[in-house]
């Protein structure tokens, strides 16, 4: 009976959340955290370890005693932090760029404070139209028409990524289809996307129960700066009807993931307005860039789409993760993803006077996102915002310039934003297979150093080096001495150096 009282003692003294304990161990954080970024050009940009290193590092089980906070911090210094990839890193020109900020930091903050599980209106009303509101500011900075927006007749909500996007745009484009052709006929549904779509579309497709089979994806060439031919939609439409198959959706993109190559919208949009397809516009990454006037055009024809998506962690200070899209028939979302459990039943829900987003989107809770880009609109404004993308793409052009001066290099593709694909080729006769040796060796050796990190795509053939500009504490002297080490890495690869 006594080790009972003495196991309630010790419960009844557990406070996991305490004002004051927070307060000192936030500020605590706060001071590493910013240690981290201050110091952060100081670790390689790729990490060095081996698979399995953290395993061997830690304990096999959880403490069963508490352990002290300034404890853990020491094990995140020297178990965790040799063990990150520092997408945050000045010279990371990786993938793509996954941008941070003060504004979006403190956003993500006080989206941890409240906790909100805004899956409707009443478990969260500033939640719901915080987001609301947000959404239809983002239309406006992207001239959007009045057709995706809540203050028209559409409306936008936050998703976790691109594949969430998509996803639920395919289930509410499935569902119309099968209302008008039958359920029976789910296995004459066809999709399509490009050779250059991301390649989350065909695992998408499957999980609406799309037959892979019915996948298609038309290929793009290198002399159309591999972006989707309409010609070639069309003829792949009109074949499938005439087999019997019932077209549905179609995927373009702007900005592709290997070389951002922009699909034309509108002529595509015309092909599938002409057959009834759904058409998604996936602009995950360069959709930040068309807040700048210079940019919008890309995005012509938008009025002509069903969805259309963008995904502000990537480009637009606002942390992972955000994927905004927009949608002009929310009815069409809500039909096919809506649940109505008697223990979520409420009166505003009811009078269909409010938004519930849980019915916009695959799970039930969600986080309350739309505080991180409350914060970066209101801290920075559109003008900064805009200052922000250009400058990268400013950056871009400056080592497109490098490459261009050095006629041991060439540029594969046309450079749209802040992506430069390029490779090393001195000598043009080079057979393909020993071209890409080169590079993936290049590549290798940069890599190897820490002091950059680059990514490479093969595309109608070509072995390329992606370099992404992007990362928010990326300045004009990392370009530079990116460089710098690139040609260092092509001047002893080519003197048949050692690396």
């Known amino acids: 009976m006594g080790s009972l009282d003495s196991n309630m003692a010790e419960s009844v003294q557990f406070k996991p959340l305490d004002a004051q304990e927070f307060r000192k161990q936030a500020h605590q954080m706060v001071d590493f955290i910013a240690d981290y970024y201050q110091n952060i050009e100081s670790y390689p940009v790729l990490t060095q370890v081996e698979p399995g290193f953290l395993r061997s590092a830690l304990p096999d089980s959880a403490p069963h005693r508490p352990e002290s906070f300034e404890t853990i911090l020491k094990d995140v210094q020297e178990k965790i932090i040799p063990g990150i990839t520092h997408w945050l890193s000045p010279n990371f020109f990786a993938f793509f760029p996954a941008t941070v900020s003060t504004a979006g930091f403190l956003g993500e903050m006080l989206c941890a404070c409240f906790n909100s599980v805004g899956f409707n209106w009443l478990a ?72 250059q779509t991301h390649s989350t579309f065909a695992k998408v497709c499957k999980l609406a129960g799309v037959s892979p089979a019915n996948i298609r ?89 069903d969805s259309f998506s963008f995904s502000p962690h990537k480009w637009l200070l606002s942390y992972l993760d955000c994927c905004c899209l927009w949608v002009k028939q929310p009815g069409l979302l809500v039909k096919a993803l809506s649940t109505d459990p008697e223990y979520l039943k409420n009166k505003p829900s009811e009078s269909n006077s409010v938004v519930d987003f849980k019915d916009w989107q695959v799970g039930t809770g969600r986080r309350f996102k739309s505080l991180r880009l409350w914060m970066v609109l209101r801290s920075y404004g559109v003008l900064n915002l805009q200052s922000h993308i250009r ?50 060796k290049l590549l290798d050796w940069v890599n190897s150093t820490g002091r950059v990190y680059l990514t490479h795509t093969i595309v109608g053939g070509l072995y390329m080096l992606r370099f992404a500009v992007g990362a928010s504490l990326t300045d004009e002297r990392h370009v530079v001495a990116a460089w710098e080490l690139i040609m260092e890495g092509a001047d002893r690869l080519l003197k048949g150096s050692t690396f």
């Open 391 to 440: 400058s990268d793409i400013r950056l871009a052009k400056m080592f497109e310039g490098f490459v261009k001066s050095d006629p041991r290099f060439e540029i594969v593709v046309p450079r749209h934003f802040a992506l430069v694909c390029f490779r090393l080729n001195p000598y043009p006769q080079t057979r393909s297979a020993d071209a890409e040796m080169l590079n993936r």
């Open 217 to 305: 994806a038309l290929p793009t060439s290198i002399d159309a700066n591999f972006s989707l031919s309409p010609q070639l939609l069309r003829r792949a439409v009109e074949a499938d009807v005439e087999a019997g198959l019932v077209p549905l959706f179609l995927c373009a993109t702007v900005g592709t993931t290997s070389t951002t190559a922009v699909d034309n919208v509108e002529p595509l949009a015309k092909v599938a307005n002409e057959y009834g397809i759904w058409i998604h516009v996936d602009a995950a990454y360069a959709g930040s860039a068309c807040i700048c006037p210079e940019f919008r055009h890309y995005l012509n024809g938008i009025e002509r789409v």
């Open 124 to 195: 969260s009303p500033a939640s719901t139209e915080l987001e609301i509101v947000v959404m239809d500011w983002l239309a406006t900075m992207l001239k959007l028409p009045k057709t995706f927006m809540f203050s028209g007749t559409g409306g936008g909500v936050i998703q976790n990524t691109t594949s969430d996007s998509i996803l639920v745009t395919l289930i509410a484009a499935r569902d119309r289809a099968l209302d008008a052709v039958g359920a029976e006929n789910m296995h004459k549904l066809v999709v399509y996307g490009s050779d």
